[in-house]
């Protein structure tokens, strides 16, 4: 069973569009996030969750918002992509808010065209 | 705030021969330490963290870290480098209270030569 699962891998969408990626984790942590990995490989925080809550949001457009349903899962819905938008994005879950237990998902690649 | 600098964006290392990839931190505080690996197209796998006690730190893969308060370094080394060993290596802190992510540094690209 993968730990932190994220769907879906790939998504080429058209600018304007609204797309959602998934995360769900079975780990039994508390704490999930969201990293954005840009073209030139920085990793960056996007926003945390704990326990369905959310407590960091790192100045991200409002076009992103996240949706913790439970503390197993932590979506990411993106209205009106852009072409700035195409990153990897990295869901992640750690056994602290402090974040010092991660484990990461494998990565949505996300191209707008 | 916390930052994490990788002064080296790309490193070549014989297959074989040593390897260390420098991390210097900024963090008012004893941080948490981290260095996670990415091969192409990969996911994040971790390597090696440091949270307290022995500064020298063993991971998977036969790599080690050192962490040196009075440099504000925690570089990653391994005695002998292996072709699969060629990925990007990140460095990351993480604060040591409340609520708090990682900030990573810009990675470090490592190609194995034969």
């Known amino acids: 069973d993968t730990a932190v699962s994220q769907t879906p891998k790939y998504l080429v969408t058209q600018m304007g569009n609204d797309k959602s990626i998934k995360c769900e984790q079975n780990?039994?942590?508390?704490?999930m996030y969201w990293y954005k990995q840009d073209s030139k490989k920085f990793l960056k925080i996007m926003f945390s969750?704990?326990?369905?809550?959310?407590?960091i949001n790192e100045t991200v457009p409002n076009r992103f918002s996240p949706k913790s349903p439970d503390k197993a899962h932590l979506n990411l819905h993106i209205n009106s992509l852009e072409l700035g938008d195409s990153a990897v994005y990295f869901c992640?879950?750690?056994?602290?808010?402090?974040?010092?237990?991660?484990?990461f998902g494998s990565g949505t690649r996300l191209t707008v065209v | 705030a916390q930052s994490v600098t990788q002064p080296d964006i790309h490193i070549t290392v014989s297959e074989g021969a040593s390897l260390e990839l420098r991390c210097n931190y900024s963090?008012?505080?004893?941080?948490?330490l981290f260095w996670y690996v990415q091969s192409p197209g990969q996911g994040l796998q971790l390597l090696l963290k440091y949270f307290s006690g022995d500064t020298l730190v063993q991971g998977i893969k036969g790599f080690e870290a050192e962490f040196k308060r009075s440099q504000s370094s925690f570089n990653l080394r391994k005695p002998s480098v292996h072709w699969s060993d060629a990925a990007e290596y990140f460095c990351a802190v993480a604060g040591n209270s409340g609520y708090s992510t990682l900030t990573f540094g810009k990675g470090t690209m490592l190609l194995v030569s034969p």
């Open positions: 969750y704990n326990n369905k809550e959310l407590i």
């Open positions: 963090y008012g505080a004893t941080p948490y």
């Open positions: 780990l039994g942590h508390d704490t």
């Open positions: 992640a879950s750690s056994q602290d808010p402090g974040g010092h237990g991660y484990t």
